[in-house]
């Protein structure tokens, strides 16, 4: 799956915050048997730790872009072979991603 890692601090070359996941993952079958990812809601303690509303698995190397409204969008191919996004959700702020749209097709 999906890491980030981040520079907080752009005049500090060694503020790189720890490297997060995209959601919480519960390695279990029940949910019940994660109690904290399922307490883990938008704007809790448990919620700075990861960088997504999702887990994203891509299969091939991620690129990043810059759109026109200046958020980040980042591509990736999934194990079904198309095109998903994950968009900033505030332009220059790595903090947050969300999903964004995918591109259905194939891509050769």
């Given amino acids: ?55 994203p698995f891509p299969t091939s190397q991620a690129s990043v872009l810059m759109r026109d409204d200046k958020k980040l969008q980042v591509n990736y191919r999934g194990f079904d072979g198309q095109m998903y996004a994950l968009i900033q959700k505030k332009a220059g702020d790595p903090s947050k991603y969300e999903a964004g749209p995918v591109y259905l097709g194939t891509f050769e």
């Fill in 1 to 55: 799956d999906l890491w980030q890692v981040y520079q907080e601090n752009p005049k500090d070359p060694n503020s790189f915050l720890p490297a997060r996941e995209g959601t919480c993952m519960c390695p279990y079958v029940s949910p019940d048997d994660c109690p904290w990812c399922v307490a883990c809601k938008p704007g809790t303690e448990c919620d700075k730790h990861y960088f997504c509303d999702h887990a």
